[in-house]
């Protein structure tokens, strides 16, 4: 069984940054894909970032530019640093390990962008 740990959310301002991480047991990290999701109150849980087993990344369009995923592979982790926050990112993040026909979810972190 996998479990997920994600961290790092918290309360910014809006243009501030934050990075998020989540950690994984197990051993299947690296063989992975790894994802990274946002659910705004009210609102569908919808995908943002992923990277790949071997490194590839794709974005969602609205934090294309602003936003890099990357893991960690020795360390079983993986990050979303996020950059020029908005209000509307409000939402808790979370992270999904993808293997075969298998995927677990963490549980989240809250990110709360707000002056």
Not at 18 to 24: F, G, I, N
Not at 42 to 64: C, D, F, H, L
Not at 76 to 87: D, I, W
Request: glycine residues 10%; charged residues 15%.
């Amino acid at each position: 069984q996998v479990q997920l740990v994600e961290s790092g959310g918290g309360l910014v301002q809006p243009g501030g940054s934050l990075r998020l991480s989540c950690a994984a047991s197990g051993n299947i990290f690296s063989l992975a894909v790894m994802r990274w999701y946002r659910q705004a109150p009210g609102k569908q849980r919808e995908w943002v970032a992923m990277i790949t087993s071997g490194g590839s990344t794709n974005y969602a369009p609205s934090v294309k530019g602003r936003c890099t995923i990357s893991r960690d592979n020795a360390k079983n982790t993986v990050y979303l640093q996020m950059n020029s926050l908005k209000p509307e990112e409000t939402a808790v993040y979370y992270c999904n390990l993808a293997l075969n026909a298998n995927a677990y979810w963490g549980q989240g972190t809250q990110v709360t962008v707000s002056s």
